[in-house]
């Protein structure tokens, strides 16, 4: 309701914002409104805390839900990420801008906080991409969620994943990066997750 009102205010008078305008205050209502509790309860977390870093993919790629399938199948008949994350490319591959972005956040976050990623496969093959020789460098570090071989991986099973692969390592507290659009599911289902959230 607040939203609709901002927005019938922006066309009503001669006020033309721009699109940072319109999504900064998207997101502090969304923010403000739909996070699970208000802000004066959250328990402080630095990001220093943190024990890893998970990207969430969002967006379509260049396979279709039913066809991701293949991705699986290929991975499984290569010896490593890497080499599926090559044969991709090859084959033109396009993960999607937003995991391009969420790769690129993804990396500096890595770099200046010196944590591993346990991330989806479009993710982690943005980031591969982007940042070759970096990837093989820290190749130890980086952790790659295929997609089962039939059907899609939705929020949950990621999530589930990533914990299984972090209890591995003793690791509890993920920084969860996502696209703005899906931010808040995944923090939900990461609270739930997690404990240490």
């Known amino acids: 309701m607040l939203l609709y009102f901002f927005l019938v205010l922006f066309q009503s008078t001669n006020f033309n914002p721009t699109k940072e305008v319109i999504m900064s205050l998207r997101k502090k209502l969304l923010d403000t409104f739909l996070l699970p509790?208000?802000?004066?309860?959250?328990?402080?977390?630095d990001a220093l805390d943190a024990d890893?870093?998970?990207?969430?993919?969002?967006?379509?790629?260049?396979?279709?839900?039913?066809?991701?399938?293949?991705?699986?199948?290929?991975?499984?008949?290569?010896?490593t990420d890497i080499e599926t994350f090559e044969t991709l490319k090859s084959e033109r591959f396009d993960a999607g801008s937003p995991n391009t972005r969420l790769a690129l956040l993804c990396h500096n976050l890595a770099t200046t906080l010196?944590?591993?990623?346990?991330?989806?496969?479009?993710?982690?093959?943005?980031l591969y991409c982007s940042?070759?020789?970096?990837?093989?460098?820290?190749?130890?570090?980086?952790?790659?969620i295929w997609p089962p071989d039939e059907?899609?991986?939705?929020?949950?099973?990621?999530?589930?994943?990533?914990?299984?692969?972090?209890?591995?390592?003793?690791?509890?507290?993920?920084?969860?990066?996502?696209?703005?659009?899906h931010i808040?599911?995944?923090?939900?289902?990461?609270?739930?997750?997690?404990?240490a959230i």
């Open 151 to 181: 059907g899609y991986l939705a929020t949950r099973g990621l999530l589930l994943k990533a914990e299984a692969i972090a209890k591995e390592y003793g690791w509890k507290t993920p920084i969860v990066v996502a696209h703005p659009e």
């Open 184 to 195: 808040q599911r995944c923090f939900f289902l990461a609270r739930e997750i997690f404990q």
């Open 37 to 45: 509790e208000p802000f004066g309860r959250w328990k402080a977390t």
């Open 52 to 79: 890893f870093i998970c990207p969430r993919a969002f967006g379509r790629n260049t396979y279709s839900d039913k066809a991701v399938g293949r991705v699986a199948i290929m991975r499984k008949c290569l010896e």
């Open 114 to 126: 010196d944590k591993p990623i346990i991330g989806q496969w479009e993710v982690m093959h943005e």
């Open 131 to 144: 940042f070759p020789e970096w990837y093989k460098i820290h190749e130890k570090d980086l952790f790659t």
